[in-house]
């Protein structure tokens, strides 16, 4: 069946720090990608989207690009701030596709 | 101008009562979701209408029923709550498959 398989957190970092944060999916099909940022007491936001292979979604200095070869979506940024701290959610859409991560939590630290 | 609205925010009710959350988009979208979110943050949806119709109910007990009687609104009315109905509920709307999804921020409903 389709699934979706996030890092496991919380991950920790210092401000400055480099951020990945895994994902990896199966599902039938060409599906769309995403990346969704929930802060506390909020609903998601959408970060990032790719929506073939090997496009690259970026917005606010994260990044994540379609690997269709590995089935990932992994999610970086070169330097993270404290205001990066919240939960990460990966999402794969499709036909049938509505699955969500189980989410990573990031803290950083000043 | 809130694009995904959804009322009430937080509802505290008993097991046994019958409870509705609300929610409108003013997007223009044509597709509107119900998700669960656990106290574990996992998000599982619920119920999806396209345009008034509904195209997806994912093993939710009975219980549960979704009425839209536009595309702009998709309201979720739960019956005889029981105490594992407590969750945070999403409502969402996008306007197809390859586009996110614009989520409201969410109802936090605790059955005691």
């Known amino acids: 069946g389709n699934s979706v398989t996030q890092m496991e957190g919380p991950v920790t970092l210092s401000e400055e720090a480099f951020l990945t944060i895994n994902c990896t999916y199966t599902?039938?099909?060409?599906?769309?990608l995403f990346w969704y940022v929930q802060y506390p007491g909020e609903g998601l936001q959408l970060l990032l989207k790719?929506?073939?292979?090997?496009d690259k979604g970026s917005n606010k200095g994260f990044e994540a690009t379609y690997r269709k070869e590995t089935t990932s979506f992994h999610l970086e940024k070169g330097s993270v701030q404290v205001s990066d701290s919240a939960v990460y959610f990966c999402?794969?859409?499709?036909?049938?596709?509505?699955?969500f991560g189980t989410g990573t939590r990031l803290k950083v630290l000043a | 101008d809130t694009a995904v609205s959804q009322t009430p925010k937080y509802l505290v009710t008993q097991m046994g009562n019958d409870k509705s959350i609300k929610c409108e988009q003013n997007?223009?979208?044509?597709?509107m979701y119900w998700y669960k979110q656990d106290s574990k943050k996992f998000l599982k949806i619920m119920f999806s209408?396209?345009?008034?119709?509904?195209?997806i109910n994912e093993t939710v007990p009975n219980r549960f029923s979704p009425k839209s009687p536009d595309k702009a609104h998709l309201n979720l009315h739960i019956n005889s709550l029981e105490l594992g109905d407590s969750a945070v509920y999403f409502c969402?709307?996008?306007?197809?498959?390859?586009?996110?999804?614009?989520f409201g921020s969410g109802t936090r409903l605790t059955v005691v």
């Open positions: 969402a709307s996008r306007p197809g498959q390859a586009y996110g999804y614009t």
């Open positions: 599902a039938t099909g060409y599906p769309s």
């Open positions: 790719a929506t073939k292979a090997d």
């Open positions: 999402n794969v859409s499709g036909t049938y596709k509505y699955i």
């Open positions: 997007l223009g979208h044509d597709t």
């Open positions: 209408y396209n345009n008034k119709e509904l195209i």
